[in-house]
């Protein structure tokens, strides 16, 4: 089988045209690695040669991590709203003079309760020999034990809601 000088030229060119087209496709190639090599450069660390799956690792172990760790605080902020249900949230002081024979707002009755309603009421009578000094259990805003007005007022002020 012989070729003609025609043939032959164009299976030249032809394959010239494929080397170029070659080269041109290795260079496309070459710059991209090049720009995906600055990229993982600009990730990894300095002086780190960590190869992009290693880099994948930690950071899917460092996402577990915090997502360990945020499980951990939203437990943690359970417990301590539970806790501030049960701490002392609402005040009143309620001051009045229960006997005419005593100058000034001496006595008073405080509450002291929760976001529920529960906790005491402390009060306290003065009068010119002695003072006297009760505190009665409340829950749900309510004592088992007969209240003074007083007292009734400083609930009902601590349960108000504030503005």
Do not use: C
Request: glycine share 6%; net charge neutral; no cysteine.
């Amino acid at each position: 089988m012989t070729l003609d000088l025609s043939t032959l030229s164009t299976l030249v060119v032809a394959l010239a045209v494929l080397v170029v087209a070659l080269v041109a496709w290795v260079a496309w190639l070459q710059r991209s690695e090049s720009r995906l090599r600055t990229r993982l450069r600009r990730v990894l660390a300095d002086g780190e040669s960590a190869g992009l799956d290693e880099l994948l690792d930690r950071q899917q172990q460092r996402i577990a991590s915090l997502g360990e760790r945020l499980d951990a605080l939203n437990r943690l902020q359970r417990e301590l709203e539970d806790l501030t249900h049960r701490t002392i949230q609402k005040v009143a002081v309620v001051r009045y003079n229960p006997f005419s024979d005593t100058g000034g707002d001496q006595s008073f009755a405080i509450a002291l309760l929760d976001s529920l309603g529960n906790g005491l009421v402390v009060s306290s009578l003065h009068g010119r020999t002695e003072t006297r000094v009760f505190a009665k259990p409340v829950q749900g805003g309510r004592s088992r034990y007969a209240l003074s007005d007083e007292e009734q007022d400083a609930i009902r002020r601590a349960l108000a809601p504030t503005t």
